[in-house]
């Protein structure tokens, strides 16, 4: 039992600690020990005991995981350009990014980054290592950075508690079922009324039906649809998901579309992917990052030649009735 709720503990903390990826899977187990061995000290053989979430406990867990996220250097100041974001006329903004910069291993990942988002779904695009997790991970606050991140008015590390996070390979354990998967990372966080909140969640990606089947079971598609409600469970007033249409099949991704559009009413969607191809009633805006936002704006916008050439060597582009078609193929030039 003690093999089997390590292994679950330790799949929740990467999902809910995305920087512990970045110390090496020993640093990870480390913790996972400590979090079973307090959660279950007082369980019976053959029970799962109950997992306490008091203030002190949890708060002594996050800064044991802190203490190994911010262990890195701090990044070296740099004289910048200072952009103002000017949110007077939106009226429901819920993510405000200020003049951020990430440094790693001393070069500049992310540079001067500034945007704002509603309850609007923004599509995040650009080449590989444009820096595209690394935004999710500054928003999350598990990688050092310099600049402004507010979600929903909270500007300091209580931010990411409004912050739901599907990262691009969720790790799942064969022995966990729906229930388990969605439920006990909101339970592990300490969100109030978590058992309503799993059960809300699986209902809105419509796999309350499927709740005690192993994840293992689920297809592609579905697997994804777990990992949002995972990812609502534990935060959702803004949604970062990372590459959630890699390796789902087409009627995987229909049923994704059609999911992202009810929760896009609710809430701010930011979400990453290689492909710019999309229906045209989903995407709201697009970012369109190369270390810097190059454009950012609505699809009309962006989904020029003029723009995308800056950061493609190739660009064909297809407007229709569904939506865009764009096709692109290497990288121009460094940003």
Known sequence: MEGYLLKLTFSIIHTLYPCMQHVGAPAMRRVAQQFVRRDLSNASPGHVAPL???P???????????????AQPHPPRTSRCCVHI??????DVSLVVKNLWVFRGGRAVLEDVSFSAGREFVLVAGPNGA?????????????????????EGLCGEERAAKVGYVPQHAPIEAEATVWEYVYLPARFRGIKAAERAAEEALKAVELYALRDRPVTTLSGGQRQRAAIARALATGGDVLLLDEPMA????????????????LKRGRAILMTSHELTFPSDLADKVLLLNKGVV???PP????????????YRYVRIAKTPAGFICVTEDYAHPH
């Open 295 to 297: 454009a950012y704006g």
């Open 56 to 70: 002190s406990n949890t708060s002594i867990r996050n800064r044991e995981v802190s203490n190994l996220c911010t």
């Open 52 to 54: 306490t979430h008091s």
């Open 300 to 311: 009309d916008a962006v989904f020029r030649e003029e723009v995308l050439m800056k950061i």
């Open 131 to 151: 820096g595209k997790t690394t935004l999710f991970l500054a928003i999350l606050g598990q990688v050092p950075h310099r600049g402004e991140i507010c979600v």
């Open 86 to 91: 000017n949110t007077s006329q939106r009226v």
């Open 247 to 262: 390796n789902v099949d087409p009627q995987g991704r229909v049923e994704l579309m059609s999911l992202l559009r009810e």
